[in-house]
T-cell receptor, first 115, second 112 residues
Framework: NAGVMQNPRHLVRRRGQEARLRCSPM?????VYWYRQLPEEGLKFMVYLQKENIIDESGMPKERFSAEFPKEGPSILRIQQVVRGDSAAYFC?????????????FGPGTRLTVT | SQQGEEDPQALSIQEGENATMNCSYKTSINNLQWYRQNSGRGLVHLIL?????REKHSGRLRVTLDTSKKSSSLLITASRAADTASYFC????????????FGTGTQLKVEL
């Protein structure tokens, strides 16, 4: 059973470009979460999605950031017009149904560097 | 202090010793989870303890939760060099949906 998959693992973008980060949840999981980790810090919640729905986006910056989890395919975190301050590790997590919904399993992360 | 703040920030011990890390939080929680992160890697889920539980074990790990003091501890017994990593506690808040609030972590170094 493959774990949470994220790609790319490393992404370098110039200021003003767009960054697209992909996340495939664990098999059987329909809840996806995105977190951001700055160097030497803990993870900060960004957004929680279920298939085709955004459930909680309270941690998402109001501009330039968007997320989706379509009916088919991976979840996508999209950052438009990236700035240096967007450089961070972005982690995706997924959780399963029922009583296991609170246990989140994380992918290896995408390390975004904005030059 | 932040929700989910670990103490100490860094800990260095010898292989075979026990390591204890503490986590304090501020608001009412539904559950508390501990994760391990090796340098430059993703997070590995270690253990989840619910707000109505006081203690949980998993292999060499023992987690306690004291909701009256709003604190939790993670004990790693008979530590190994491979336990060297950062350890984070994360709280699931009552009424906070499923999102987790992470602390800043404890960096554990286990020396041979």
């Amino acid at each position: 059973n493959a774990g949470v998959m994220q790609n790319p693992r490393h992404l370098v973008r110039r200021r003003g470009q767009e960054a697209r980060l992909r996340c495939s949840p664990m098999k059987g999981h329909s809840h996806v979460y995105w977190y951001r980790q700055l160097p030497e810090e803990g993870l900060k919640f960004m957004v929680y999605l279920q298939k085709e729905n955004i459930i909680d986006e309270s941690g998402m910056p109001k501009e330039r950031f968007s997320a989706e989890f379509p009916k088919e395919g991976p979840s996508i975190l999209r950052i438009q017009q990236v700035v240096r301050g967007d450089s961070a590790a972005y982690f995706c997590a997924s959780s399963g149904p029922g009583s296991r919904i609170y246990e989140q399993y994380f992918g290896p992360g995408t390390r975004l560097t904005v030059t | 202090s932040q929700q989910g703040e670990e103490d100490p920030q860094a800990l260095s011990i010898q292989e075979g010793e026990n390591a204890t890390m503490n986590c304090s939080y501020k608001t009412s929680i539904n559950n508390l989870q501990w994760y391990r992160q090796n340098s430059g890697r993703g997070l590995v889920h270690l253990i989840l303890i619910r707000s109505n539980e006081r203690e949980k074990h998993s292999g060499r790990l023992r987690v306690t939760l004291d909701t009256s003091k709003k604190s939790s501890s993670l004990l790693i017994t008979a530590s190994r060099a491979a336990d060297t990593a950062s350890y984070f506690c994360a709280t699931g808040l009552t009424g906070g949906g499923n999102k987790l609030t992470f602390g800043t972590g404890t960096q554990l170094k286990v020396e041979l």
